[in-house]
């Protein structure tokens, strides 16, 4: 059963399993957050472990300060505007990344854009002091509501994460509002925390609704698509083809193949996860026209793995 400490006490605990590359229960203004290093694929890997969410959404990256949001991603003037204005607080910014940024690809789903959030008490003491991002989602098990207690976090996720921090009951309560600029143009690609008036007073014009296409948080495509087609659980190689590889059993011509990266040589189906985006986009890079995937399993994070494999092998026109 995960500890509950309070937040008075429990920040040195909170830096050591996070440096260990463990997750833990954090407050937030907002709901509680189940944090993890954004810059380790495992810590990643073990949160959508802890969630039990059977696919990979992009994450929110939370920092500690304007300079290491400005580090990891590229500010356009309405969104340094906004964050000016709204952070520390309840609002998430989609910006374009940075190029070695140590973000993680797990964090963004390989997508070339990053959410980011500077969180108000806890969190933010707790990233100024590890000195990095911390990638978190809502701490709830997938398909529960957010907890915003931290009673209500530990009977959710208690028997799976070793550590919740209670700095109470969340004073806002549901979801920071999630903003993007597009063309000059800003765009509400989720409603929360802050309401669109407020914005829209210090952006001096009308949001924009409804996600556009790709865009919208959660959906399909909003998720990285390689060039290359991918064909699923692969047997054997067909020559020119690119290797999905996993585990120690490679498939029959495997010699055959222009590139191969394997997710997990032990079939560490985590390890595999924190892998995934980047060996997908070494593939893609390789120039083959197909990516072979040997079969991967579907338990614990082989559900989310698989079912990312499977969009990224649906017809183009579908993933829409
Ligand atoms: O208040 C909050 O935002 C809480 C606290 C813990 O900070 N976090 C939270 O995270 O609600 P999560 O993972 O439950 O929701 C993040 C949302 C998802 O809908 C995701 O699709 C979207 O943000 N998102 C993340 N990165 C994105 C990106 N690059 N482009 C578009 N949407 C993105
Ligand atoms: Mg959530």
Redesign the pocket.
């Known amino acids: 059963m995960a500890e509950i400490l309070a937040a008075g006490e429990a920040i040195e605990r909170a830096l050591a399993l996070l440096e260990g590359g463990d997750v833990v229960a954090i407050p937030?203004e907002?709901?509680?957050?189940l944090a993890g290093d954004a810059s380790n694929g495992v810590a990643v890997a073990r949160i959508f472990e802890a969630k039990g969410r059977p696919r990979f959404?992009?994450?929110?990256a939370?920092v500690a300060d304007h300079g290491m949001a400005y580090r990891i991603a590229e500010f356009d003037p309405l969104s340094a505007k906004l964050a000016e204005a709204f952070w520390p607080g309840?609002l998430?910014l989609?910006l374009p990344q940075r190029p070695e940024n140590g973000i993680h690809p797990l964090v963004?789903a390989g997508?070339d854009?990053?959410?980011l959030?500077m969180?108000r008490g806890f969190g933010g003491e707790l990233i100024a002091r590890l000195g990095r991002p911390l990638a978190?989602?809502?701490?709830n098990s997938s398909g529960r509501i957010?907890g915003t207690t931290a009673q209500a976090v530990a009977a959710d996720l208690g028997d799976r994460i070793r550590l919740v921090v209670d700095g109470g009951a969340t004073p806002v309560g549901v979801?920071?509002t999630?903003l993007?600029v597009e063309d000059g143009k800003l765009r509400l690609?989720?409603p929360?925390?802050i309401a669109a008036e407020e914005i829209e007073q210090v952006a001096g014009a009308k949001l924009l609704r409804g996600a556009k296409g790709i865009?919208a948080?959660?959906m399909l495509a909003?998720h990285y698509a390689p060039g290359a087609s991918m064909r699923l659980n692969a047997q054997h190689i067909v020559r020119g083809e690119a290797l999905l590889a996993f585990g120690r059993n490679r498939a029959e011509n495997w010699r055959d193949a222009v590139a191969i990266r394997n997710l997990s040589e032990t079939g560490d189906l985590r390890e595999a996860a924190a892998n995934l985006f980047a060996a997908m986009q070494a593939l893609d890079r390789s120039g083959a026209k197909t990516i072979a995937v040997e079969p991967i399993p579907f338990d614990g994070l082989g559900e989310a793995i698989n079912d990312r494999l499977a969009r990224a092998a649906a017809p183009r026109d579908k993933i829409a």
């Open positions: 937030t907002t709901v509680y957050g959404n992009p994450l929110i939370h309840p998430t989609v963004t997508l854009t990053v959410a959030r969180p978190a989602p809502s701490a957010s979801e920071s999630i993007k690609l989720r929360g925390g865009e948080p959660g909003s």
